[in-house]
């Protein structure tokens, strides 16, 4: 008998050398340092996705994420798959064939929530600013006069350009031409006011790395009534089976109804274990000290920045707190500097898109938006800058 080999078999793949990742203080756009005790959770015993335990705990978790969000929301839960999933879910879900749609563009993630509308069917018109600027609510009001949508969808913190949505205005112009109202607060949920219930957003979606503190995997979002009513109207089923709703709250729990739990997929058990924690260590804290937290960090950072020469790229009103783009000093090659921080254990971004080569993004976010983590980032920059042949001013 011959055997014949077409390439290795498993057993001649060597076993690759063992997991060690750097120590790294995370001050880009995202991941951010988890808290230590998000970390620990996730290490605890794993059970089934469906052990009474666990059920009980996705409960937990809807309770506090409604807590987080400011919402009495009952469609409120985690996606299991990063902010972006939880964007789509809101699109696919919320639209459908022959649907219109406005949405707001400021920068990168304004247009990738348009291209989702397209994806999911809606005929979309895109109203834009440049780089660096918020939305003007009148231009939406002036798109939307020309003819009815039946959402209206924005970027709240737009990591690109680290300009910040003022949202009250725009659920207000919405309002007023009877559209849903999404948004997309994936750098700000838990890090920027929101109160979801009190502004009247019907559908919100954020991510578990950022101002929340968890590591990346889950994208939590909140559906209010109005929004359901639509899913609900539906003439057909979302073009999607992962991110359908209406089969993700027979898992979740859906309202009223037994509660009985039909399986749609598996929970990433540890995913929610750590996010359970961090959901825990924001409502411990309160979240209007953690908005001021974020706001205190973030004005440590820009007057370290202002002794450094380093001026801010959006302007002072319209700034997030949470992500700061800044404009690279001149002279200075930006991505040697990020090279040299990234060997101090530090990380920052460069720019995306149309901003790349002229900026650095900054996240100061969840459990980094402490005065002594900036500081440390500070110093990092700093020496980084006169490494790389930078003079203070
Ligand atoms: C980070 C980010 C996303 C993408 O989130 P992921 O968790 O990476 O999928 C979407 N929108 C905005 C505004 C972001 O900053």
Not at 103 to 111: D, R, T
Not at 186 to 191: H, I, R
Not at 195 to 214: N, Y
Not at 242 to 266: I, K
Request: hydrophobic content about 45%; proline content about 7%.
């Amino acid at each position: 008998m011959t055997t014949m080999t077409i390439g290795p078999t498993s057993e001649k793949t060597p076993a690759p050398p063992k997991l060690n990742p750097p120590e790294r203080l995370l001050f880009g756009p995202g991941p951010s340092n988890p808290d230590p005790r998000v970390l620990q959770a996730m290490t605890a015993n794993q059970i089934g996705h469906l052990d009474p335990y666990f059920v009980e705990l996705m409960d937990q978790v809807m309770r506090s994420l409604r807590g987080v969000f400011r919402t009495a929301n009952h469609h409120t839960l985690p996606i299991s798959a990063t902010g972006s999933a939880g964007i789509e879910t809101i699109m696919m879900n919320l639209l459908e064939d022959g649907d219109s749609a406005v949405i707001g563009v400021a920068g990168y993630f304004g247009h990738r929530m348009a291209e989702m509308a397209r994806r999911a069917g809606a005929d979309v018109r895109v109203v834009e600013v440049p780089s660096g600027q918020t939305l003007d609510p009148a231009q939406i009001d002036a798109e939307l006069k020309k003819k009815p949508a039946k959402l209206v969808g924005f970027v709240h913190a737009e990591t690109t350009t680290g300009a910040c949505q003022p949202i009250a205005p725009m659920v207000e112009v919405a309002k007023r031409y009877d559209a849903l109202v999404a948004m997309d607060c994936v750098t700000s949920l838990a890090g920027l006011p929101i109160d979801l219930d009190a502004l009247g957003v019907d559908a919100a979606g954020s991510c578990s790395q950022k101002c929340i503190g968890a590591p990346p995997g889950l994208g939590p979002i909140s559906i209010g009534p109005r929004a359901m009513q639509a899913v609900q109207a539906r003439k057909s089923k979302p073009h999607t089976w992962y991110l359908d709703l209406a089969l993700l709250f027979q898992y979740w729990g859906e309202e009223r109804a037994s509660r009985s739990r039909a399986f749609h997929h598996t929970a990433p058990i540890a995913m929610i274990y750590g996010f359970h924690e961090a959901m825990r260590l924001i409502l411990e804290e309160g979240l209007e000290a953690r908005w001021a937290r974020h706001q205190t960090a973030h004005e440590a950072l820009v007057r370290g920045l202002d002794k450094l020469g380093i001026s801010l790229f959006p302007a002072p009103a319209d700034r997030c707190a949470t992500i700061n783009v800044v404009n690279v000093p001149t002279g200075v090659d930006e991505a040697a500097v990020r090279r040299r921080l990234l060997g101090m254990g530090v990380e920052m971004s460069g720019g995306l898109g149309v901003l790349a080569g002229k900026v650095w993004r900054i996240g100061v976010m969840g459990y980094n938006a402490q005065i002594p983590r900036v500081e440390r980032f500070l110093g990092a920059l700093e020496e980084a800058l006169r490494a790389e042949g930078w003079k203070a001013a």
